[in-house]
């Protein structure tokens, strides 16, 4: 009966983990669809207004200091990993990536700086003894736009003052419920949109109100702050969305061990009340 017992008490240990991971999978699907919502929400304007502003850079009259390369070889990457736990492969991919961006910066002799938003991810540091330039690990859910127009504007500060010659975002980027991939994004300087070859090139021409120095001066900031803005949003809704799998799949295998256990436990009692029949029988025919 010990055997029993133990199979008992393992199948209720299964049980209680499946209704937490089933507990968290809702409350990830929960918060994923309001995630979703500021992420696409705000994407329509990020992409307009990134390629109008990637538009004008490539025009001869438009110059501004964010638009141009600068000289200096040191730069920032700043890496989105998660607070919490139990998402898959999230903070192994991004981690990944990053250091693999790391390694190919230092290559062609630049010098990067690692800013790292997530509990995970500095900890991660720590335990290959590095620590981050600089940190942020409270956000959750959501985080304000007044934070992250206050960071692209320490970014942008550096920048025009030629004390980093890029800006690079390595986060998880969300294409659609079942496709996130890890992703490097060049926040400075601004890149003119990519062409494809082969593609009719045809150009654009803008007329300004008010005067452009005027208009970009403000546009331009503003487009670096809505982009990193939109990072933050893509990053937060692909770990719910890591989660709420993560969560599927481990409730999905405690049912299934739970199966596995009822299965077993039976054949555990099936024995044990064969063996006690046997017994039975056996001290019937003694007494004969």
């Not at 910066?105 to 800013?115: F, K, R, V």
């Not at 496709?179 to 400075?188: E, F, G, S, V």
């Not at 029949?277 to 019937?284: E, M, S, T």
């Amino acid at each position: 009966m010990a055997k029993a017992r133990q199979i008992i008490k393992r199948r209720k240990a299964v049980q209680n983990i499946k209704k937490i991971t089933q507990t968290m999978q809702l409350v990830s699907t929960a918060r994923f669809q309001k995630c979703l919502q500021r992420a696409t929400a705000s994407k329509p304007y990020t992409e307009k207004i990134a390629e109008m502003i990637g538009a004008l850079s490539g025009l001869e009259s438009i110059d501004h200091p964010l638009l141009k390369p600068n000289e200096s070889k040191q730069s920032i990457m700043l890496v989105m990993t998660s607070n919490r736990g139990l998402c898959g492969a999230y903070n192994a991919s991004v981690l990944r990536t990053a250091l693999a961006h790391e390694r190919a910066l230092q290559a062609d002799g630049w010098t990067p700086s690692i800013e790292m938003v997530g509990k995970k991810g500095v900890n991660y540091l720590r335990f290959i003894r590095r620590a981050p330039a600089w940190s942020m690990t409270d956000v959750e859910d959501r985080i304000e736009y007044r934070r992250v127009a206050e960071l692209a504007t320490r970014y942008m500060t550096a920048y025009e003052a030629g004390k980093v010659g890029r800006v690079d975002i390595v986060y998880m980027q969300f294409i659609s419920v079942g496709k996130q991939i890890p992703t490097i994004a060049t926040l400075l300087p601004i890149e003119p949109p990519k062409v494809e070859q082969g593609a009719n090139q045809r150009r654009v021409d803008f007329e300004f109100s008010p005067e452009p120095e005027k208009l970009l001066a403000r546009l331009i900031p503003e487009t670096v702050r809505i982009r990193l803005y939109q990072y933050f949003n893509e990053a937060i809704v692909s770990e719910q969305v890591f989660r709420m799998v993560a969560m599927k799949a481990a409730t999905d295998a405690a049912g299934d061990m739970q199966k596995s256990l009822t299965r077993e436990y039976n054949r555990a009692r099936q024995s044990q009340i064969t063996l006690e029949l046997a017994d039975i029988v056996g001290g019937a025919e003694a007494v004969k």
